[in-house]
Each structure stands twice: as C-alpha cells, then as structure tokens.
C-alpha cells in the first residue's frame, strides 16, 4: 500500500511567507505609541508613584498582565497567529497577534476595574486643604467623590491598547 501526499506549490509559497511573516510580528501592549503625552506621565506616576505628593506606587500594566487568565488569553490569539501561518494564511496571522493584544488590553481594564490597592485617601476622596510643598501655602483640593485610584477622567483607562507591529 502507498499513501501519496502532494502539496500545491503555490500553498508552499504561502505558508513560507507567513512563516516569514510570524518570525517579523510582534504586539505591543499598554499605551501605544499615539498615547498623550500626558497619559504617558500619568501612567509613569501610577507605576512609580510620587512620594512628595503623598501618591502611592500603583503598579498596572506589569501585574495585569501577569495575571495568568490574561496570560492564557494572549497565548490563545499567537497560538491562532502560529496555526494560521502553518496554513498559509496572512490575514489570520494578524487576527491572532490582534487577539492577542486585545486580550492584554481587556485583561489591563479587568485589573484596574478591580481595583487597585492603596485606594484613594480620604483627602482624594472628599477634597480638603492641603500645604502646597513648593510655595509652603495651603491650597485647597477638590475631592474626586470615589476611592477607585485611575477614575478620575477614564482618559487614560480608555488609552490603553495594543500595537501590531510588522
């Protein structure tokens, strides 16, 4: 008994330039390179924090994306992009890497709308007066009502995306 398997050349060409194709791609998470500058100092202050300011460390994008169901999720869309260029199919290689990326933006909301600890003190909260640390005069801050940190305007919360890049 023979077993005959033939494979159409042009199928060949096709499934070496999305191989090509793969090995190039890579998804960029969290803000994008179109991100405000301000959203970017924003996000380096909650990442950082700014002890003079009395503003905790509020760690993200790293801890969001650790978590191990957003893990999953981004493995499951390069896993598509890895299945689609053996097949030979280059629109399904970006629809995996977009899956992907959109996993990890979903998975960055899911954190931040768990909430992030330390929450707001009760001078964010309620607003107050406080002695500015320059001038050494009091100054009064208006409070922001809720105790979720990264609430204020949603701005940078809707900022977050992803990136394909060939």
């Known amino acids: 008994m023979n077993v005959e398997y033939s494979v159409d050349r042009k199928q060949i060409e096709n499934m070496e330039r999305t191989q ?12 994008p390179e ?3 500058a301000r959203n970017r100092f924003l996000l380096a202050l909650h990442e950082r924090g700014a002890p003079g300011a009395h503003i905790p460390p509020r760690p993200v ?3 969001a994306l650790n978590d191990a169901e957003t893990q999953s999720a981004i493995q499951d869309g390069l896993l598509a992009a890895c299945k689609a260029s053996a097949e030979g199919d280059p629109d399904g ?9 959109q996993a990890g933006v979903d998975g960055i ?7 992030i600890e330390p929450g707001n003190a009760p001078l964010t909260i309620h607003g107050g007066w ?24 949603g701005e940078l919360y809707r900022s977050f995306g992803f990136e394909v890049k060939k």
């Open 20 to 31: 090509e194709m793969l090995a190039r791609m890579h998804v960029e998470i969290g803000l």
């Open 34 to 36: 179109s991100a405000s």
């Open 61 to 63: 994008v790293r801890p």
């Open 93 to 101: 290689v970006t629809a995996g890497f977009e899956q992907a990326g």
């Open 109 to 115: 909301h899911a954190y931040i709308d768990s909430g």
């Open 130 to 153: 406080i002695r500015n640390f320059v001038s050494k005069r009091p100054v009064h801050v208006e409070g922001k009502g809720f105790d979720k940190p990264m609430y204020a305007t």
